[in-house]
T-cell receptor, first 111, second 115 residues
C-alpha cells in the first residue's frame, strides 16, 4: 500500500465549476501536507501547505486536512482553463526530509 | 531572480554509460533536494543536501547513484552504468533553509532516456 494514495483521474470539468481533489494517507504521524501543481513538461509548483489538521484558503484555492480520517482535499472555486494541470498531494513527518507524493490527478478545465 | 535551473533538460544515454544531472538552486538557497518521477507515478524523494554535506540519502538506490553539492557550482546527481529502468524525469528542488522545507521550489526537470 502506498503511503499517499491519489486518484489519477483524468478529471474534466467545465469552466467555472468547483473542483474537488482528494488524497488519503496511511501514516498517522504525517504532520505537513502540501499541494503542488504541475503543468505538462514542467516542474511542480507549490500551491499550498498546511500543518496538522484544518483549513487554509488562498484566493480560489482551499486546502483541507482531516487527520482523523487521514484525508487531504484541495478545492478550486471558479475553475479556469489555466488551472488545467496535474495536481500532486504530498505529506511528510514533522522532522523528516522525505516527502511522500501521491501519483497526481490530471485536471482539465474546458472553456 | 532566476528560479531553480536544471541541465540538461533532456539526456539520452545507452546502457552502461554515465549520466550527470546538474542543478543550480535559486539564489540564496542552500538546501537542495533530488526527486525521481516515473510515468504515472508521483515524485519519489532521493536525497537532501546542503553545501558540501549529504543530509539524508535514504531515498537513493544503494548502488550506481551518488549526489554532491560542492561549495562552488551546482549540485550533481550522478548515475553510473545506467540501465533502462533509470529512464525517468529527475527533479531538483531548493529551499532557503531547513525551516522552510515545505516551500521547496522545483526546477523544470531533466528527462533521462536510457536506450
Amino acid at each position: 500500500q502506498k503511503e499517499v494514495e491519489q486518484d489519477p483521474g483524468p478529471l474534466s470539468v467545465p469552466e467555472g465549476a468547483i473542483v474537488s481533489l482528494n488524497c488519503t494517507y496511511s501514516n498517522s504521524a504525517f504532520q505537513y501536507f502540501m499541494w503542488y501543481r504541475q503543468y505538462s513538461r514542467k516542474g511542480p509548483e507549490l500551491l499550498m501547505y498546511t500543518y496538522s489538521s484544518g483549513n487554509k484558503e488562498d484566493g480560489r484555492f482551499t486546502a483541507q486536512v482531516d487527520k482523523s480520517s487521514k484525508y487531504i482535499s484541495l478545492f478550486i472555486r471558479d475553475s479556469q482553463p489555466s488551472d488545467s494541470a496535474t495536481y500532486l498531494c504530498a505529506s511528510r513527518l514533522y522532522n523528516n526530509n522525505d516527502m511522500r507524493f501521491g501519483a497526481g490527478t490530471r485536471l482539465t478545465v474546458k472553456p | 531572480n532566476a528560479g531553480v535551473m536544471q541541465n540538461p533538460r533532456h539526456l539520452v544515454r545507452r546502457r552502461g554509460q554515465e549520466a550527470r544531472l546538474r542543478c543550480s538552486p535559486m539564489k540564496g538557497h542552500s538546501h537542495v533536494y533530488w526527486y525521481r518521477q516515473l510515468p504515472e507515478e508521483g515524485l519519489k524523494f532521493m536525497v537532501y543536501l546542503q553545501k558540501e554535506n549529504i543530509i539524508d540519502e535514504s531515498g537513493m538506490p544503494k548502488e550506481r547513484f551518488s549526489a554532491e553539492f560542492p561549495k562552488e557550482g551546482p549540485s550533481i546527481l550522478r548515475i553510473q552504468q545506467v540501465v533502462r529502468g533509470d529512464s525517468a524525469a529527475y527533479f531538483c528542488a531548493s529551499s532557503p533553509n531547513e525551516q522552510t522545507q515545505e516551500t521547496q521550489y522545483f526546477g523544470p526537470g531533466t528527462r533521462l532516456l536510457v536506450l
